[in-house]
C-alpha cells in the first residue's frame, strides 16, 4: 500500500479493502482480509459486480422500464459467476446460523 521510493499511501485503495472487510464480516460473517491480500475473492467479486455488466446498456434500459416483464422472462443483471459465488456465500452463512 504504501509505494517504498515515494512513501505515498493510495488512500482510496486502502478504505475500499477496508470497506470491503467491514462488508464482508457485517454482511456474511466472514473474515475477507483484503487489507493483508488485495486479490482476496471476496474483494475481486465484488469488484466485478460493480463493474462487469451482463448486458449491454439497451438491455439494461429494457430491464429497468420493464421490470415485470424482464421477471417473466427471467433476465438477470449479474453473471453468473457472481451469482455462484453470493449464493455460495449465502448458504455458507445460513447453515453456520443454523448450528
Known sequence: MVKEQ?????V?????RFTTDVIG??????ECSSLKDPNAEFRVMGRKAL??????RLVI??????VELARKLHFKQTPDEIEEFLCALL???SSIVRK
Request: aromatic residues 10%.
Open 6 to 10: 515515494q512513501n505515498i499511501v493510495e
Open 12 to 16: 482510496k485503495e486502502l478504505l475500499a
Open 25 to 30: 464480516t457485517c454482511a456474511f460473517g466472514i
Open 51 to 56: 463493474v462487469e455488466q451482463r448486458h449491454n
Open 61 to 66: 434500459a429494457f430491464m429497468a422500464s420493464f
Open 91 to 93: 448458504e455458507k452463512r
